[in-house]
C-alpha cells in the first residue's frame, strides 16, 4: 500500500499540498485529477523522491518497484525492442551474467530466476506493447533515432508498460497516442496486475481502466472508489452535505452569538454567556468545495450559411509530389456535418484535413466546393506559430486594425482572456491557454468549416467539457481528430475511417471500433488478415440520420436566413430607439414622424420573420 501522509509543498508562494495524505490499496487502478497546475505532477515527483516535501511522509513497502515515463525520449543507434527490453533491468543483468558465469550452482540459480520472471518469453511481450502503441514488426527492428520525438516518447511509455513496475505512475500518457494507441492502453490498464496511478483528463479512461479517482483539490487529496462518473456523482453529493451542515453550523452560531450578546452583560448569565463563548470559539468553520467557472469556449457561426452539399470529391486524390497518400475518394460534406476521422496516425488523416481545408490540392479526380466556403484549421503544432513575447491582445490587435482598445479586448475577454490575462505574453500561457487563444483566432472570422486535429492536448476534463459545447453550439459543419473517445461521442454523428490509401464511411460506433482495433492487433501478431469492421443496427440508424440531414439542407438554410433576418431586424430597432431617445430629430418633426413610421414597418417585419422561424423550426423538428 502506498500511503501519503500530512504532506505539505510549497512552490514559491503558492501552497500545492497543504497537510494533505491518501492511502492507496495495492492493486487499485487510480486516476489522478485536478484543475491543471494544482499539483498532480508535483506529487508524481514527491513520490518517486525526487522532491523533498515541509512536512509530511511517503511510504511504500520495502522492494516494490516504482516505475514511470522517462523524461528524456530514447534517441540512440538502439532498436525498439531492445530498448523495450533493457526496461527490465533484473532480466538484463541476469541475461549478461549468464554469458559469463562458470560456477555451476550461479548458473543453476540464473536459470531458475530467468524461468520464474518469464525471461525467454519478453521478446513476445515487449513487442506486444510496442505493437499495440502503434510500431509493426518492422518498425521495431529500426533504430529509436530514426523516429520524431512524439514516436520516442512512446516506445519510453512502450518501456515502463513491458517492465511492469509494482507502482506505475502514468503522467497523460493518451497525449503521445493516437486514437488506435488509446484504445489499446484503455484495455491495457484495465488488467494491469499492480497498482497503478494515472493523471489524465481522458473522461474515457477514467470511466473504464481505473477502479478509483484521486482528487486533487485546494491543496486536499480524497480518493472516491469508482470511475470517474461515480467520482463525479458522489462529489456532488457531498457537496450538498456540506452545504447542508454549514447552513445549520451557520443558524447554531447565529444562536449561540444572539445568547451571548444579550446577556453576556447580565451577572446571572455571565457564566453561561462565557461558556457559549467558547464554544463559539471552538466551532471550526465548515469548508465548502469550491468549483471555479470555466472560460467558455464561443466558435461564431458563418454570417451566410452554404447551400448543401458543401463539399464534394469524386474519385479525388491527395498526396505530397509524385507520391500519393490517399485515392478514390468519393464523399460529399454538408454544412451541419459532425465527422470525426478514425485510423492509425501515419495513414492520412493530416493530409485529408489539409485536402478539405484547401491547404493541398486535389492531384486527380475533382473537388467541387463553394467559393465563399471559409475554414478554420486547428492542429497542435500550430501553437508554435504564436509570438511568445506578444500578449493575447495584440494577437487579436493585428484581427481587428481598426477597432477601438474596449472592441479588442472584449473580444479577448469572449475567447477566455479577460482583465490582466489578456496582457500576458505567450511565453507565460499555460499549453491549455495557448490552445485556447490559437482556437479563438482560427474561429475568429466565423468560418464554415471548422478542423480540429487534437485540440484536447493541454486541456482539463472541465475545459474539454466547455469545448463539447462550443462544438455543438457552433452552426457549421465540423471535422474532428482526436484520440479523446468522450469527445468524439459527444460532438460526432459520422465516422470515417482513413486507412488502406482512402477515406470511407465507417458502419458503427465508437464500441465497434474499438473491438475492430483490438481485434486487428491480436490478428496481426498472429500472422492472419485484419477483420473487417462488423456493422451493427446502430450503423444503419446513422446512415439514415446522415442521409435525412442532407435531405433537410434546405431547411436548415431557410432556418439559418430567418435568424439572420431576425439579428438584422433587431440591430435595425435598436438603432432606431436610440435615435429617438437621444432626441437626434427633435427639431424636425416630419424626419422623426418618418423614422416611427419605419420602426413601425420594422417591427412587423420582425414579426413576420419571428413566426417564420417558429413555423420553419416545427417543420424541421417534425422532419
Known sequence: MLTINDITYRLGERLLLDHTGAAIPDGARVGFVGRNGTGKTTLFKIITGDLGTESGTISLPRGRRIGGVAQEAPGGPETLIEVVLAADTERTALMKEAETATDPHRIAEIGTRLADIGAHSAPARAAMVLHGLGFDEAAQQRPCSDFSGGWRMRVALAAVLFS?????????????????????LYDYLERYPHTVIVISHDRELLDTSVDHILHLDQGKLTLYRGGYSSFEKQRAEKQMQLARAREKQEAERKHLQSFVDRFKAKATKARQAQSRVKRLEKMQTIATIVDRDVQPFVFPGPEKPLSPPMIVLEDAAAGYGERKVLSRLNLSLAPDDRIALLGSNGNGKSTFCKLIGGRLPAMSGEMKKSSKLETAYFAQHQLDELRIEDTPVG???????????????????QIGFPASKADTPVKLLSGGEKARLMLGLATFHGPHLLILDEPTNHLDIDSRTALVTAINDYPGAVILVSHDRFLIEACADRLWLVGGGTVKNFDGDMDDYRAYVLGAAKAERRGKPAPEPAARPKADERKEAATKRVAQGPLRQKLNLAEARIAKLTGLIGKVDE????????????????????????????????????LLGEELESA
Open 579 to 614: 435615435a429617438l431617445a437621444n432626441g437626434a430629430f427633435a427639431r424636425d418633426p416630419e424626419k422623426a414622424l418618418q423614422i416611427s413610421r419605419q420602426r413601425a414597418e420594422l417591427s412587423e417585419a420582425l414579426a413576420a420573420a419571428e413566426e417564420e422561424w417558429l
Open 395 to 413: 494577437h487579436l490587435r493585428e484581427l481587428m486594425p481598426d477597432a477601438p482598445e474596449a472592441k479588442v479586448r472584449s473580444k479577448a475577454a
Open 164 to 184: 511492469e513496475p509494482d507502482l506505475l505512475l502514468l503522467d497523460e500518457p493518451t497525449n503521445y497516442l493516437d486514437l488506435e494507441g488509446t484504445l489499446w
